[in-house]
């Protein structure tokens, strides 16, 4: 009764019925969820496990995609140069880049939520230090950022060890240079929520601050951080999809769709240019359903844009 009363009020609430009334809103929201689902059931539903070198095959190389005069439906977007089956690819490509952007999103706000809470409500130096710290980091762009810190442990790591680690090195690469927007934007909610009665009524009755900023603040700031997110796992994908372009991204034996798209550049003037335009059109889609839904939920959070 309990489930079936919240889905009641969920149905009948603004952000539903401001949902519904946006055909735009609606087709990204689809579109995002497919591929999401593509990239968790990549195993199961590609064709081929383009990771396994043992089922490519050379002779398969370059076949073009199936409605070609030489395409078979054994290979329905084609393959690249290594025989990877291109449809199986971009799945496999898809699981790796939404992994990346997601973790990297979900650690940035852990990092910006912590420290916004801090110079918030602490204020004082912290506050201080905290905001000249992120007003340096802002002079530095994103893309920069992320190379140093690879550079850095391609440096300090072993090539296989750091094979092993590209994965985590590109989440906290892509995580720590853009924690800075979400920590601005909850120091400024805090400002204003820390002045407000029910703050003022928790430090009366003598709860630790930790418990109120994360009780009590937290939950009134959460909303625009949510809306950073969403258009900042667009951000973080096209970030991997950049960094694997330029090959200081995941390894080539786990290929996202920017390491993809590397591989098809090189044979793009070549006539092979399914190898580049499929992936390319998949980042796109992509990031254009992750950024329309982030448009959609900073109206419907904000009555005041409605």
């Known amino acids: 009764m309990a489930a079936a009363g919240m889905l009641a009020r969920a149905l009948d609430s603004d952000i539903w019925h401001s949902f519904r009334s946006s055909p735009a809103t609606m087709a990204a929201a689809l579109t995002a969820t497919g591929m999401i689902l593509a990239a968790i059931l990549a195993p199961w539903i590609a064709p081929q496990n383009p990771w396994d070198p043992g089922a490519l095959q050379l002779i398969d190389a370059f076949n073009p995609p199936v409605w070609s005069s030489e395409g078979s439906w054994q290979f329905v977007l084609g393959t690249d140069d290594q025989g990877r089956d291109m449809l199986s690819a971009i799945l496999y490509g898809l699981r790796v880049s939404l992994t990346v952007g997601v973790f ?6 852990v990092v910006g939520i912590a420290v916004g809470l801090i110079a918030g409500y602490a204020g004082g ?17 994103t893309i920069l950022i992320a190379l140093m810190i690879d550079g850095v442990t391609r440096a300090l790591l072993p090539p296989d060890v750091h094979a092993r680690l590209a994965l985590f090195v590109l989440v906290f690469a892509i995580g720590i240079s853009n924690w800075v927007q979400y920590a601005r934007t909850v120091r400024a909610s805090t400002l204003v929520e820390k002045s407000k009665e029910y703050v003022q009524a928790a430090r009366v009755i003598g ?8 009780k009590h603040v937290l939950p009134n700031v959460i909303g625009p951080v949510l809306v950073i997110a969403t258009v900042g796992l667009a951000v973080a994908v096209l970030t991997e999809a950049t960094l694997s372009f330029l090959g200081v991204g995941v390894p080539p034996t786990q290929p996202s769709l920017g390491t993809l ?4 550049n090189n044979f793009l003037f070549s006539g092979e240019w399914w190898i580049v335009i499929f992936p390319g059109i998949t980042l796109a889609a992509l990031v254009l359903a992750v950024n329309l839904l982030g448009d959609w939920l900073r109206d419907a959070l904000n009555p005041k844009l409605r």
């Open 104 to 109: 990297a999103v979900l650690f940035a706000m």
């Open 125 to 141: 130096w912290a506050e201080i230090v905290i905001m000249r710290l992120a007003d340096v980091q802002l002079t530095f762009p």
């Open 207 to 214: 709860l630790h601050p930790v418990l109120i900023m994360l």
């Open 261 to 264: 798209i590397r591989i098809g």
